[in-house]
């Protein structure tokens, strides 16, 4: 069956770094344009960041530009967000969401000194 699984997460002290990954598996993952999303408690689920099919094109929400790089591997299946000089803002729990659309289960991000 269709499987987003995000690791990566854990606590960090602001200005660090995390890489979170997503793992795919049960659909055609190369041709689907993936997103980061992500939900801090209390508050909406927010997109972060998208990517194309073939990795050429991305977005980034501002408050992220600059600091966060999304990119893909298709021949691994897998989808990355590298979140460098971390705000306490950023702690949230990070999900990746496909095109069709299929979620992820999560992984939590936690920012704090």
């Known amino acids: 069956q269709v499987q987003l699984v995000e690791s990566g997460g854990g606590l960090v002290q602001p200005g660090g770094s995390l890489r979170l990954s997503c793992a795919a598996s049960?659909?055609?993952?190369?041709?689907?344009?993936m997103y980061w999303y992500r939900q801090a408690p209390g508050k909406e689920r927010m997109l972060v960041a998208s990517i194309s099919a073939s990795g050429g094109e991305t977005y980034y929400v501002d408050s992220v530009k600059g600091r966060f790089t999304i990119s893909r591997d298709n021949q691994k299946n897998t989808l990355y967000l590298q979140m460098s000089s971390l705000k306490p803002e950023d702690t949230a729990v990070y999900y990746c969401k496909s095109g069709i659309p299929y979620w992820g289960q999560g992984t939590q991000v936690t920012v704090s000194s």
């Open positions: 049960g659909f055609m993952f190369s041709t689907n344009v």
